[in-house]
């Protein structure tokens, strides 16, 4: 079992956080109903204050934890499949989030913003901090954005659990085709419950989190993408642009926080993390003014409200959350 993770929004306090944080390490349920068994959920909490994780989390740099099977971070043809699950979704979108999300998932690949997880690698000893030329690195490639699944026929759980979502996510990987361990090696599942059918604790416990499972295809990283607007300021609606204009940018900080994540720990928690067990989004979360705030980026289709990312490499290898590499 790997160890869980959580980042935390504004509407609590830096004690309750560092609560929750502690609170995040349970150890899941050890297999889902087919039997498959989940790995331990890494997942962006809800602390929207100036304490932000990076702090929380501490300074120091990501570390290899070997890889499960030797394999800690998404190379090659990085691909995401984004599913949209239940029939709750039908007709009922009222924020426009899956537009925004594949607009964004369509021009992030090959970004700037996204380029510092090709620092991290694996095929290296654990413990390293610094890949160099060595171990296979995580990549940046563009056209990420491998496919989308309406799987909208009958309706979701209401209050979908880690089993049932790991469930979805493998459905999934049968739909898309990839019924091979290694074709779900580069690959990210973003499974996205309908408005007020997320999965318990969303809002207050955390915003998204990813995890893995391993299933007769081989291993396979999905995401909990819940309806990140129905937690409104809590979640990232306004930090980063004011009025209507920022309602949304929960919506993309969330989404590419769990998205970098997975690239550099696709299978939690042997890729990249701290010894406090954060990851590259964990340690740059809601910083809202200095180096490493959130900001927005244009991508070819648009432009987006993103959180920084801990670069080992930035200042001289000192490390610090950056917004492009």
Known sequence: MKQSRFIYASTLALAIAIALTLASFVTPASASPSGDVLHSIHSMGVKRTNNNFAKTAGTNNLTYHGGTSGYGVETGADKVYL???????????????????????????GSSWNNSVTQYCQGVASGTVTCGSAGTHATNPSGVLAGVWYDNSAKAPSKPSQSSLASEAAKAAAHFGNTTTASNRTVQYVINTATHNSASGFGSQYCAWHSSTNTSYGNI??????????AGTSCGANFVNSGSAGLTDGITIVGGHEFAETETDIYPSTGWIDSSGAENGDKCAWISSGQ??????????????VQSLWSNAFNGNAGGCVNSY
């Open 292 to 305: 490493g705030a959130s900001t927005n980026i244009t991508l070819s289709t648009g432009t987006f409200a």
């Open 83 to 109: 599913i949209y699950w239940g029939s709750q979704w039908n007709g009922n979108d009222p924020s426009g989030e899956a537009a925004i999300q594949q607009k964004f998932f369509n021009g992030v690949g």
């Open 221 to 230: 990283a999905f995401t909990n993408m819940p309806y990140i607007t129905d």
